[in-house]
Each structure stands twice: as C-alpha cells, then as structure tokens.
C-alpha cells in the first residue's frame, strides 16, 4: 500500500532520493515493527502505523494535488493554446509583410512604368511639336512659292505682253518704213 502511495500523480512530487530515503526508512520501520510485534503480538506494529499515516498522507495529499494538477493542465494547456496563437499570429504577420513587399514591389513597377511611358509621351509630343512646326514652316514655303510663281507667271505675262507689243511695233515699223521706202520709190 505504500508502494501504491509512491505511483502517479503523487509520486512525481517526491524526487527519486526522496522515495529511496522513505523506502529506506520504511524497511528501517519494519524491522523495528517485527521485533516490537514479537513483544506485543496483539497490537498494531509501529510499520503499519507508518504506512496508515503515509497513505493518508498520500491520499490527501493525491486530494491536495489534483486540482493543482488540475489547474497545471489547464495553464500548460493555454500556455500551448498562447504559443499556438503565437505561432499563427506570425505566420500571418509573415504572410501580412510578404503580401505588402509584394504590394510595394507592384507599385514600385508601376511607378517604373509610369515613369517609362511618361518619357514615351513626352518623346511623342515633342515629335508632334516638331511635325506641327515643321508642318507651319512647309505650309509657309509652299505659299511663298505660290506667290512667287504668281509673280513670276505675272512677269512672264508682262514680258510676253510687251514682247507682243514690241513685236507689233515691229511689224508696224517695219510695214511703214515699207510703204515709206515705197513711197518714196515712187
């Protein structure tokens, strides 16, 4: 029966020399309680007065201990419920900060992007700029070339005309100094 005492869950609160100690004591008791059995054969020997004691002890102690134990589980129970927690909360956390770089990096690109065809459009607006100049400028030289083959079409007409003229001056000239060559050959 004290042997029985010694077993779980009790026995884990008595360290391993103190069961060899109380085992040592205990055969010590015996001893004692056989030879005092030998002088008093009728009454309870010291031993089994000892082992009643520490059974009791034992039991109340087993009584003590269970809610302790009781509460130990419980606390080691949410101390792991804690830990788990714990370990989910970073995982997410992790998962969080892995989600945001990516984000980020997303945003970095677009930014990148951005950046890229802003240059795009700014190089596509300055060629407009440029066309449209240029554009202007050929437009305006077309004009003055127009204006100029007018006024060239405009001497050419001139000259043509006072070429006509000089020609029927000439011809008229030349019939009169005829009819006067003629006349006077006459």
């Known amino acids: 029966s004290i042997q029985a005492s010694l077993r779980p869950p009790h026995a884990a609160t008595l360290s391993a020399a103190q069961r060899r100690e109380l085992r040592s004591h205990l055969v010590a008791l015996e001893h004692l309680g056989g030879a005092a059995a030998a002088q008093h054969n009728n009454g309870p020997t010291a031993a089994a007065a000892f082992d009643v004691a520490v059974e009791d002890e034992a039991k109340s102690r087993l009584e003590i201990d269970r809610p302790r134990h009781a509460l130990v ?3 080691e129970e949410k ?6 927690l714990a370990d989910m909360h970073d995982r997410d956390v992790a998962r969080l900060s892995t989600g945001i770089t990516t984000v980020n990096q997303i945003f970095s690109d677009i930014a990148g992007l951005i950046t890229n065809q802003q240059e795009d459009v700014d190089s596509i607006e300055s ?3 440029t066309a449209n100049t240029r554009t202007n400028k ?3 030289q077309l004009e003055r070339a127009e204006r100029r ?3 060239k ?3 050419c007409f001139y000259f043509a005309v006072g070429l006509a003229i000089f020609a029927v001056f000439l011809v008229l000239a030349i019939i009169g100094f005829k009819n006067l060559a003629g006349a006077a050959a006459l």
């Open 73 to 75: 589980l419980q606390e």
């Open 79 to 84: 101390h792991a419920y804690d830990a788990e």
């Open 127 to 129: 060629a407009i700029a």
């Open 138 to 140: 050929g437009h305006q």
């Open 149 to 151: 083959r007018s006024a």
């Open 153 to 155: 079409m405009k001497c």
